[in-house]
């Protein structure tokens, strides 16, 4: 009966930690919106969230993606659906297609390196460059 007992304990924890496994699809309906920011008086674009995306919005996840390094030190980073001379920023693609890496620790990473990471999905509300980022994440290869 303990042994049941542990065993119980053990895959319920194990199921309350894991992650949600997403693709890049799971971006691809993202649409965005044209809005006036009176702060920085520019016009920027915002993310329409689905309710689907919605639901991410927190959740522990688990993606795959080329890092881009975002500063010459290699100090920021973020996660993309292509390479580098596909990406967002070379306008191959759009914004959907990228998310910034807020790192659990500093780890040094190249450009164009295939790397999966856990963390917890936040989606912005479009005054960054990013609508979509990853927080306290982590490489698990």
Known sequence: M???ILLA???????????IKIKWSTFERL????VFDEESAAWLIAP???????????????ITGYIIALDVIGDEYA??????????????????SVMELSLDKKTKYLTDEVHTFVG??????????FPISLDKAKSID
């Open 120 to 129: 917890t999905l936040r989606l912005n509300d479009g005054t960054g460059i």
């Open 9 to 19: 304990v053990v895959l319920l924890s194990n199921t309350s930690q894991a992650q």
């Open 79 to 96: 996660l993309s659906a292509f390479p580098f001379a596909s990406c967002f920023f070379c306008g191959a693609s759009g914004p959907e």
């Open 48 to 62: 329409i969230w689905t309710e689907d995306l919605k639901k991410l919005d927190g959740k522990k996840v688990k």
């Open 31 to 34: 649409q965005f919106e044209e």
């Open 2 to 4: 303990k042994k049941l």
